[in-house]
Every structure is written in C-alpha cells, then in structure tokens.
C-alpha cells in the first residue's frame, strides 16, 4: 500500500517520513514547498495555474475535470462528489473516460450499497486510478487500497484534509492487509467500543483496526464483508436480530436467544456468535450477584434484552419482561420462557433485580418505561447503557441498590468477540484498562 500525505501546513513537511509520497493542495498551503526526498503532488482547486510550479519539477498535478495540458508531467484527473455515490457503472465510466495519467474518484459513502458499488467499480475500471469512499464509512477504502487496485491512498499528517481520512502515523503502523474489524448499527456516535478494540489490539501486537459502520439497514452487508475481506463485525441496535437474515451459520446460543452480537468472516463464511451472553455472566458475577432462585426485571426486549434473559434463566432465575412495545415484548417471552408484564403493571418490590436492555439515558431520550423511584436498597441494578452516569444508575445510587457495571459487560463481550477474531484469549483485563 502506497501512501501519500496530504499536507494541511508547510510544518506538516517535516513530519512525512513514513510516507511514500506527499500532496500539496494549493487552496490549504497556497504554494508548493520543499519536500526533500518525497514525490509530490500538486493539487489544483479550480482552473489550474501551472506557472506556481517550482522550476524543475517533476511530480504530479491534480487538476480536477479541467483539459489536460500539453505538458512532460502525469496529471491526475479528478472527480469528487461530496454527497453521495453514484452507481458502480457510472463510477467505472466516468474514471475511464478522463484523460489524465491517473484517474481518482471520491465520493461520500452513506450506505453499505455505496461500499459495495466502490468494489465493483473497481473491478471495471481499465486505467490507472484511485477510488476513494469519504466519510467515516468509507474509511475502510483507505485501508483496502490495494484490493481497490488503487494506486496509492492518502492520510492525513497532523489534521485531515479531506472527510474520513485517517492518520499517516495510524496508516504507516497498520501497513499492507491488516486485520479489520468493526461495530455494526445506528447511532454509533457514543459507542466505546472503537477505543477498547483499537487500545487492545495495539497492547497485544495484533496489526488491526476497528471501525464503525454506522448504517441504519443491512442492505449487502454480507458482500461488504466479503468482498473487502472485514475480518469480523460487533453487531448493535438495532441490527441483532435482523442480522440472522444474513449469516451463513450461527451458534446454539444464538440459535436460542434469537439474536447475534458478534459475527466472524471465517474464509468468506459468516459465522453468528452471541458474545453479550458471556458479557452479561461476567458482569453478574463481578457484582456478586447469583440469579440462581432470584426473580429479574428486563426492561426492554431487543437484542441485549434475549441474551439477557437467556443468561438468567440458564443460571435458574425467574425473568420478567417489559417495555415500550407491546409485541416484541411478548415474543421475547414466548420465545425464551419468560414471564410478561406490562409497563403500567410492573411492580418493582417484587423483583431482585432490575435489567435495563433499552437505550435509554444514552441519548436522553423517551423514559424508562417503569418507576425508577420504587427502587431500594434491596435491588440490584445493571444498566446496559455504559460510560455516562444514568437516570436509572444514579437513583439505583441513590437508594443504596447494588450495582451491576454496564462496563464490565461491555469489556467482557469485547474480550470474547476479540478471542474469535484472534484466536487471543484472556483478554477482558486489557478490555477494562482501555475503557479506563
């Protein structure tokens, strides 16, 4: 893989050791200067004004979809649509029909349709190029540049110049075919789990990257997976359960449980595992709470809420149900053996423990869908939402309930999904110090 340093500052000139080229873009820095021992290229915005090159210079110029000049330099010919991405066949006519040395196409990804279109354009196109897919969902053609067939990709050096590039320091040390590995489902924005992945990966020597794919449908998402060989995906709201649509295999336990949180590509196999079971036992236990003979509330009746109540039920708890829908609810119920009861019914007295599966106190929004207020020191309370002080954790505190850690499940399913990706085991100590 080929990397070329776009520079944000003439400054960033001295920091580009690792690169094999650099570029100049004359609407940020304005001139072009000395870059001792790196070919450049030079980026025109605009009708390009060829009299700013230094005499003698031998590099490359980008001049958008302007006329090549009759000139003894390469000139990359370049398109760029920060909206959105056109169909694989537009994509692969419009890079073959520009006239420059090199052809480059950059295009806002907003789906996992549009990563699949940049795949197979690439296979479509006869001329020396480079793709590129921008935004954070894209980054991952940065990474998969060779498999792109692209020339070179870029990076940043000490601030980006373009959306979703990432540093030349991170894409010098990740090197040719690393390990990539991600989060999968909406909204991402506060999700720890890029931080803890990408921390632990880098403690135990494996050359990795975990991204997020922040799509609010699984629209191709196995050709995704496939096609730019993404080594394994977390799984997340609101995707559990709809993701066994579109797995090869999955586990008992998923088989079970009826949700999936981790899936490995195992040679172009995807595999369903459900790690949050793990997850939700390692939590328990570290807060020494045994749910043999004890009754437990489950707020909530997605993905998180089937693993939960599957864990508790398997280690002899008796587990209700509820929450804002009605019908998920009772399906969760009727699935897994648990008991139903609605949220205007609910009385929390009756229950040791107290389970939130919803997502809310993470985004603010909408109400826990029963009485926090009725909470004791009698409790137990485990909140799935991790990393912010809860409504639901600060009245558990409040009350002198006993608390179960959100983060301790969050490390815990981290540390298993890893160990499949990896083959890497006893992992959930680095997990938890990378949280902290």
């Known amino acids: ?9 003439v400054s960033d000139g001295e920091l580009i050791g690792r690169s094999d080229l650099a570029e100049i873009r004359l609407d940020i820095i304005g001139h072009v200067p000395n870059c001792e021992g790196k070919d450049l290229i030079v980026t025109f915005r ?43 066949e537009e994509i692969a006519r419009l890079l073959n029909n520009m006239g420059g040395y090199i052809s480059k196409g950059a295009f806002k990804v907003n789906s996992l349709s549009d990563l699949k279109g940049l795949y197979d354009a690439s296979r479509s196109i006869d001329k020396r190029h480079v793709l590129i897919g921008m935004g954070e969902l894209g980054a991952i053609t940065r990474i998969r540049s060779d498999l792109l067939k692209n020339e070179f990709t870029f990076a940043y050096v000490t601030k980006p110049t373009a959306p979703g590039q990432l540093s030349l320091e991170e894409m010098s040390y990740l090197g040719d075919d690393p390990m990539v590995v991600g989060i999968l489902g909406h909204p991402l924005e506060k999700s720890l789990s890029p931080k803890m992945h990408n921390g632990v990966m880098k403690k135990i020597g494996t050359k990795g990257i975990y991204l997020k794919f922040d799509v609010e449908n699984l629209d191709r998402i196995e050709d995704v997976v496939r096609d730019y060989n993404i080594k394994g995906l977390n799984v997340t709201v609101p995707h559990k359960t709809a993701i066994l649509g579109h797995l090869d295999s999955f586990d008992e336990t998923v088989e079970t449980v009826g949700a999936a949180n981790t899936i490995l590509n195992d040679n172009g196999t995807l595999r369903g595992y459900n790690t949050d079971v793990i997850g939700i036992e390692k939590a328990l236990d570290l807060a020494g709470f045994d749910p043999k003979g004890k009754r437990a509330l489950i707020m909530g009746s997605g ?54 599966c919803t997502p809310v106190g993470m985004y603010g929004d909408g109400e826990y869908p029963v009485n926090i207020c009725q909470l004791t020191r009698h409790h137990t309370v485990f909140d799935m939402v991790y990393g912010i002080d809860t409504p639901l954790i600060a009245r558990a505190g409040k009350a002198g309930a006993g608390i179960v850690s959100g983060e301790d499940m969050l490390a815990a399913q981290g540390a298993a999904s890893l160990e499949l990706w990896t083959g890497k085991k006893d992992l959930f100590k680095h997990m938890r110090e990378a949280l902290r």
Do not use: Q
């Open 46 to 88: 605009g009708v390009p004004d060829l009299s700013v090159l230094p005499e003698g210079f031998g590099g490359m110029i980008d001049i958008e979809e302007n006329a090549v000049p009759n000139i003894d330099l390469k000139v990359i010919s370049s398109h760029h649509n920060y909206d959105s991405t056109p169909s694989a």
């Open 303 to 356: 993905g998180a809420a089937r693993a939960c109540a599957f864990a508790l039920i398997e280690k002899g708890c008796r587990v209700t149900v509820t929450g804002r829908n009605d019908v998920t609810a009772r399906s969760l119920c009727k699935d897994l053996g648990c008991e139903y009861c609605s949220k205007d019914s609910v009385a929390l007295l009756l229950y040791d423990l107290v389970v939130n």
């Open 1 to 9: 893989m080929k990397i070329c340093a776009s520079l944000s500052s």
